[in-house]
C-alpha cells in the first residue's frame, strides 16, 4: 500500500510530497525550498528516490535537480561497497545508511531497520547527502530507542556525532518521523 506523506520546514522555506512503501521500502520524493547560500537565498527543486531490499538495506539512492541535469546516483552492493554516479566510491565503504538532508524520511530507514527494545542505542555509519551541493560524504550517527514502534508509533532520539545536534523523533507505527522538532513539521492529510 502506497502512503502519501507532506513535511515542511519549520523555520524557512521549503515543502516536501513523499509516496512511500514498505516491505521493502520504495520511495519517492519531491522536495522545493529555498537553501540558505553564502552569499544569498537560492531556490532548489530537487527529486528523490530510495530503494532497500527485503532487509531494509538501502541498495539504491537517486537524487535529481528539476531545474537543471545535475544529480548523485548511488548504489549499495550489501558487502558495504558503494558506487556514485557509476564509478567505485571507496570512501563511504562500510556505510550502510543514507541521509539526505533535505528530508526527514531518510531517519525511517534504521528505525524499521533495526530490532529495537527501550533504551537500546546504535551507532551507524551513514553517507550524508547535502542538497542542493549535491556532495556525499561519510559520518556517524546514533539512535537511542526511547519507546518502541508499536501500533500507536514510537520515539526515537537522533544524534549526530559530527555536530551534536539531537532531536526526539516521534514516528508513527510504519516508523515515519511524524514531528522533527525546530526542522520539520508533518502536514495532516
Known sequence: MKR??????VDGVSTEHLTVEFDPVRADGVVVGVAEGEEAKEPFRV?????????G??????????SENFGIELEHDAEGNWTKNGEPAPELTGYRDVDI??????NTIPI??????SGESETISVVYLDVPAMTAKAVEQQYTCL????????????????SGFTAEL?????GVVEDYPSVFRRAEL
Open 57 to 66: 538495506m538501502v541498495q539504491q539512492v537517486e537524487i535529481e535537480t528539476l
Open 112 to 117: 524499521r531497520r533495526l530490532d529495537w527494545e
Open 170 to 174: 516521534p514516528v508513527d507505527s510504519d
Open 147 to 162: 519507546e518502541p514502534v508499536d501500533s500507536d508509533g514510537g520515539l526515537f532520539r537522533y544524534e549526530s556525532l559530527e
Open 101 to 106: 538532508a533535505v528530508t526527514p524520511f531518510t
Open 4 to 9: 502519501h506523506i507532506v513535511w515542511e520546514l
Open 47 to 55: 527529486r528523490y528516490r530510495v530503494q532497500c531490499d527485503e532487509s
